[in-house]
């Protein structure tokens, strides 16, 4: 039998573990779904099927991925969501307890799964090629059959790749090609990056490594038409540091930011490193090539309290912790090997998202979550970007409310950019259940058009993507 979980603000309240797998045939539905609105949202996020070990602290990244799958046509939903089934979850199902050490530590973990592959895979969700794949950034893709939430195994590129992807690729809706990459590919604390290109048939097309100016967290990156951008903030991590008492991921603003830029057809010996100083970001919005220029659009910030300083502090808020929306631009006709960076808005915002269609393209309308300016990051406020205008606009749900990343759907028939929808996952702490909105993407200030009641709590989650059914 299982122990009880620990309070800890990472496994209370809406990040509780929901701890079961469910069937909704027919959600209850305030407001009128389109017609012209047909396809499957799914969200990952992670749902700890067991507590920490003794002496671990948990932390949110941790947990068991838990696929969330929601399936809409003729003006109905129906919700089902399952565990990925990954070699760590069925070892710690069978043994009736967590066996990992919290981010695979191995001075806590049990040495009977040292030979056993760590993957959580609870942070995207993704599909290419016909093929659904849930990610994590450590580790292989895990495929996922698309009706059933079967977990399927593993992908590998047929064994060209041994180590970690991830969670943030990036396709070209023009070739169908999927751009990836996974950082520390050399063991934790490296400096290794490895740059790949898997084609629109599945194909591993490249498979290029090169070193970073120094060990770091790299989340995610940028891929423009004509160049893949790798950032490397001062977000450091060490093995020889962690071993000696210190912290495994620091945060060192000295070291300063440095963005390795490479053609998409290019090798290592074209890497070309730009320069600025000490920035952080989880996730970018888009990015795009404008003659010799490229330009990345970001929820970034001025430093960040993911992990402490050397002197075991955290940045204050004063230094610019919180994210907002900014553009990051390298000219490469430009011999100073500068960045540049422009402040598009000064709301704290995150999980930015566009029109996919548009992905590595130049695009207009932007979708992120925002703190309706209460100066917290307790994200209750939806926006929308129109990047040839400057202004936004908003939806604020209300202190009752809790929201998650917004995803579009484009509407079945429409090419145009931005004609569709914006789903989004939202928590109503009032009621300790949550709600799938729906808002015309256009017009997302007027509030969802409609809202399918789910049951139940779905814990806070990360990403998630939209698939057609014509895709799927």
């Known amino acids: 039998m299982t122990a009880t979980f620990p309070d800890d603000p990472f496994l209370t309240g809406w990040m509780a573990p929901f701890g079961a797998e469910c069937d909704a045939p027919d959600l209850i539905i305030d407001g009128e779904l389109p017609s012209d609105l047909v396809g499957t949202y799914y969200r990952n996020g992670p749902d700890p099927l067991h507590p920490p070990r003794k002496g671990d602290v948990y932390h949110w990244f941790d947990g068991d ?20 089934r990954s070699e760590k979850f069925k070892a710690e199902r069978k043994a009736g307890e967590s066996l990992f050490g919290v981010f695979n530590n191995p001075m806590t973990g049990d040495p009977s799964v040292a030979n056993v592959e760590y993957n959580t895979a609870n942070t995207h969700i993704i599909q290419h090629h016909g093929k659904l794949l849930a990610l994590m950034e450590g580790a292989l893709p895990t495929e996922i059959e698309h009706l059933s939430l079967d977990t399927l195994g593993t992908i590998d590129f047929d064994g060209q790749i041994d180590g970690p992807v991830t969670a943030h690729p990036k396709f070209d809706n023009d070739t169908g090609e999927m751009i990836f990459f996974g950082y520390s590919v050399g063991g934790p604390g490296s400096k290794t990056l490895r740059y790949n290109v898997c084609d629109k048939n599945g194909k591993l097309t490249k498979n290029v490594s090169f070193e970073a100016p120094f060990s770091a967290m790299v989340h995610d990156f940028f891929v423009t038409e004509t160049h893949a951008i790798f950032p490397i903030f001062p977000l450091t991590t060490s093995m020889e540091r962690a071993m000696t008492g210190g912290p495994m ?3 060192e603003p000295d070291k300063g930011t440095h963005f390795g830029v490479i053609p998409r057809d290019g090798s290592a010996e074209d890497v070309r490193w730009f320069n600025m100083e000490a920035r952080f970001m989880f996730h970018m919005m888009n990015a795009w090539t404008d003659g010799s220029k490229l330009h990345a659009d970001v929820t970034g910030s001025n430093a960040t309290q993911f992990a402490p300083k050397l002197d075991g502090n955290m940045a204050d808020v004063s230094d610019g912790t919180s994210p907002t929306f900014r553009r990051w631009t390298m000219d490469l006709a430009d011999n100073t090997n500068s960045i ?8 704290a915002c995150e999980f930015p998202r566009i029109d996919d269609r548009l992905s590595t393209r130049a695009y207009r309308h932007g979708y992120a979550v925002g703190s309706g300016g209460n100066g917290s990051l307790n994200f209750n406020t939806l926006i929308h970007y129109d990047t040839s205008k400057p202004q936004r606009k908003t939806y604020d749900l209300g202190d009752s409310y809790m929201v998650g990343e917004p995803v579009f759907a484009p509407r079945v028939g429409g090419t145009d950019e931005g004609d569709g929808y914006v789903i989004m996952l939202a928590y109503h702490q009032p009621t300790d259940k949550s ?3 729906v808002f015309q993407a256009s017009a997302i200030d007027d509030g969802p058009i409609a809202t399918a009641k789910v049951p139940v709590r779905i814990p806070a989650g990360f990403h998630g993507s939209w698939v057609a059914p014509a895709a799927a």
Do not use: K, P, T, Y
Request: net charge negative; charged share 25%; with cysteine.
């Open 340 to 347: 540049s960076e422009e402040l598009l808005d000064d709301m």
């Open 249 to 251: 991921l620091a945060w």
């Open 435 to 437: 709600e799938l909105m």
């Open 65 to 84: 991925g838990m696929i969330q799958c929601f399936n809409i046509a003729d003006g109905r939903v129906s919700w089902r969501n399952r565990w990925v």
